[in-house]
Structures are given as structure tokens and as C-alpha cells.
Nanobody, 127 residues
Framework: QVQLVESGGGLVQPGGSLRLSCAAS????????VGWFRQAQGKDREWVSC????????YYADSAKGRFTISRDNAKDTVYLQMHSLKPEDTAVYYC????????????????????WGQGTQVTISS
């Protein structure tokens, strides 16, 4: 079975931190560029961050710059999203997704639809 699994979500207070993890089942995640997306209740899904397959290149949406850090440990076949200074507007279901193919880099993943997606993990920022 081929799927992605997100973990690490939860309830934190404004200004707090959270680290999300993305792991793959049934294939090797390290071969793909991987992006993080989020969808707030009643809103469209938006792109948050992306990392190249090697980890050499990272990309951030304006909403994430300076607060979020995407990284990967290819030895563990895991991608992370470290989030700091969280705000109520960060509340959403967070998803990770691979690029459509092994040959699609982050710009392609950001611009177009992803390949494999996870079920999402809920992040709630509230006092």
C-alpha cells in the first residue's frame, strides 16, 4: 500500500512551536521533492513549504518565511516541518505531498498538483 503519513499535530498556544513529520509507506520518500500544504476550515488548500529530494533546496510561502523550517532526514526517509511563533491563523489541517514524479522538482510541485498525499494532521493554535 502506497501512502504518506503525517504526525505531530496538536493544540498549542499562540507563540508556541510544533514539529510535523511526514513518512512514507510502500515507497521511498527520499527520491521525491516533498511539499507541505495546509487547509483551514472553509478555505482552499494552500502551499506552505517544499524541499528538494536531496534537501539542498528549500522553498517557503510568505506566510511561513522566518517562522517555519522544512528539512529532511533521508536516512530515516522522513520530512519535517518545524514551526515556531505559531499564530491562530496557522490553524489548519497540514498535509505533506510528493511531487508528481521523480523528475518533478519543487517549482513543479508548488505550481501544479502533487502526487502522493497523506491524510493530514490537525494543527490548532488557540489560547
Amino acid at each position: 500500500q502506497v501512502q504518506l503519513v503525517e504526525s505531530g499535530g496538536g493544540l498549542v498556544q499562540p507563540g508556541g512551536s510544533l514539529r510535523l513529520s511526514c513518512a512514507a509507506s510502500g515507497f521511498s520518500l527520499r527520491n521525491y521533492a516533498v511539499g507541505w500544504f495546509r487547509q483551514a476550515q472553509g478555505k482552499d488548500r494552500e502551499w506552505v513549504s517544499c524541499i528538494s529530494s536531496s534537501g539542498d533546496s528549500t522553498y517557503y510561502a510568505d506566510s511561513a518565511k522566518g517562522r517555519f523550517t522544512i528539512s529532511r532526514d533521508n536516512a530515516k526517509d522522513t520530512v519535517y516541518l518545524q514551526m515556531h511563533s505559531l499564530k491562530p491563523e496557522d490553524t489548519a489541517v497540514y498535509y505533506c505531498a510528493t511531487a508528481r514524479s521523480l523528475f518533478t522538482s519543487c517549482p513543479g510541485l508548488i505550481e501544479h498538483r502533487g502526487g502522493y498525499w497523506g491524510q493530514g494532521t490537525q494543527v490548532t493554535i488557540s489560547s
